[in-house]
């Protein structure tokens, strides 16, 4: 079964306001951890990645929790814009260089 | 530097024929990962090759689908006689040695009539 998921299919934010993604994953020995941001008819494009000796990674307006403890992941935008609007999946390295992807989130920026 | 390039972008084939997509890393990674997928849905692993070799193709059908990536060339994700149920996205990802982060491609989108 999937190793990745993510509690919500969809997020309908405000723009301006922060977003926050969730992901739970049920490897306790992945070591890696990826967001992805994937637009309308295009390939998946990296975000931000955290490995497993960090709990918090920033970067411009994202910030990455990783919580080890329940196996929870969270994306973090900041003052989310139009542009943000896009199929958000976190990803885990589950064996040897290979990534294992959630379902996805759907967020959807209102003006 | 050139991202990960695939083609053709959309490919549309008739039940029975040929489906060949193709894949070229980004300059320097010598890694390259093949993907599927279904609408409203996540990305599925098929498949995961270095040059010359199949490292993993635990998701890979185990009939009428198969890769390569040659020593030379691009890497090719091949279906042969494709059914309706092989309509999807079919990305390409490629990364350097040593490094977890994957690039990914625009994808082929691949239609079956």
């Known amino acids: 079964g999937e190793s990745v998921g993510l509690h919500l299919p969809t997020l309908s934010v405000q723009e301006g306001d922060n977003s926050i993604i969730n992901c739970a994953y049920s490897?306790?020995?992945?070591?890696?951890f990826i967001w992805y941001k994937q637009e309308s008819g295009k390939g998946p494009q990296f975000i931000i990645d955290?490995?497993?000796?960090?709990d918090k990674r920033q970067g411009q307006r994202v910030t990455v929790l990783l919580n080890k403890t329940v196996k929870h992941l969270s994306l973090q935008i900041a003052a989310t814009q139009p542009g943000d609007s896009a199929v958000y999946f976190c990803?885990?390295?589950?064996?040897?260089?290979?990534?294992?992807f959630g379902a996805g989130t759907t967020v959807t920026v209102r003006a | 530097n050139a991202g990960v390039m695939q083609n053709p972008r959309h490919l549309v084939r008739r039940r029975g024929q040929e489906a060949r997509l193709r894949c070229s890393p980004m300059?320097?990674?010598?890694?390259v990962y093949w993907y599927r997928q279904l609408p409203e849905e996540g990305l599925k692993f098929m498949v995961y090759?270095?040059?010359?070799?199949?490292?993993?193709e635990s998701g890979m059908p185990k009939e009428r689908f198969s890769a390569e990536f040659p020593k030379e060339g691009p890497s090719i994700l091949r279906i042969q006689q494709v059914v309706r149920g092989d309509s999807a996205a079919y990305f390409c990802?490629?990364?350097?040695?040593?490094?977890?982060?994957?690039?990914f491609g625009p994808g082929t989108r691949l239609t079956v009539t």
């Open positions: 990802a490629s990364r350097t040695e040593n490094y977890y982060e994957q690039y």
């Open positions: 490897n306790s020995a992945s070591d890696y």
């Open positions: 955290i490995r497993s000796n960090m």
């Open positions: 990803a885990e390295n589950t064996n040897d260089y290979k990534l294992s």
């Open positions: 300059k320097g990674h010598s890694h």
């Open positions: 090759l270095q040059k010359e070799n199949i490292i993993d």
